[in-house]
């Protein structure tokens, strides 16, 4: 079945500097990849998103990349700040009228510490 | 923020009893997902509702695990025989439409000893 894969399963950066969490994914029909954080005991927070028709997308300090042909996308933290740190999950979704209802498959999560 | 409502945080079961949890979507969200995350971060789609009907759901959820969305009422998602496997934490999400951002409430924690 269709399988989101996340590379980095701890980073850690200073503050200040850029983080970067990889994600790769195998169906082909994946068209929205949205990115969440979450902080310990709680749920998981909407980030940011990309679909498939840009290959790039910025929403202040995070960038969103999409490359179609390697089923690769990936999330930029620039300026990084403490309370940044969290454990960030990317996601892979068809759509709607991919056959699935737009469920989300998930990686399996990249735990970020950002050290002052 | 999301202001997708889920209750009980944290529920405690024995072996073979039911397990309820709720949701309150976000106000005008008719699409409604439950997901399973367990210890390790793996995530299971269980199933999702647009209004009151069923789109897709998983095997999984078609045997032991039942869900409904009533008009005017909290979404429900049920366990009717728990098993130790069944101890994750159950993420229920709502969306404006099934193509837009799912935003997650804070989860049920479900121990099933």
């Known amino acids: 079945g269709e399988k989101v894969e996340q590379h980095e399963s701890t980073l850690s950066v200073r503050e200040g500097d850029s983080a970067v969490i990889n994600c790769t994914y195998t169906?082909?029909?994946?068209?929205?990849f949205p990115w969440y954080k979450q902080e310990a005991g709680k749920g998981l927070h909407f980030v940011i998103d990309i679909r498939s028709n840009v290959d790039r997308k910025q929403s202040q300090r995070l960038i969103v990349l999409l490359d179609k042909k390697a089923k690769r996308f990936s999330l930029h933290i620039t300026a990084t700040q403490p309370e940044d740190s969290a454990i960030y999950f990317c996601?892979?979704?068809?759509?709607?009228?991919?056959?699935?209802?737009?469920?989300?498959?998930f990686g399996t999560g990249t735990l970020l510490s950002v050290k002052p | 923020n999301s202001k997708v409502i889920q209750t009980p945080r944290y529920l405690v079961k024995g072996q073979g009893q039911k397990a309820k949890m709720r949701c309150i979507p976000e106000?005008?969200?008719?699409?409604v997902f439950w997901y399973q995350q367990n210890k390790n971060n793996e995530f299971k789609f269980l199933i999702n509702?647009?209004?009151?009907?069923?789109?897709?759901q998983i095997d999984m959820t078609e045997k032991r695990f039942s869900a409904e969305c009533p008009s005017n009422s909290p979404c429900s998602l049920e366990i009717q025989s728990s098993e130790a496997g069944d101890s994750a934490l159950y993420l229920c999400?709502?969306?404006?439409?099934?193509?837009?951002?799912?935003?997650f409430g804070p989860g049920t924690r479900l121990t099933v000893l």
């Open positions: 106000k005008g969200h008719p699409v």
């Open positions: 509702f647009q209004n009151q009907e069923v789109l897709q």
């Open positions: 999400a709502s969306s404006l439409n099934s193509v837009y951002e799912q935003y």
């Open positions: 996601a892979a979704s068809t759509g709607f009228y991919g056959g699935s209802g737009n469920k989300l498959i």
């Open positions: 169906d082909t029909a994946s068209s929205y």
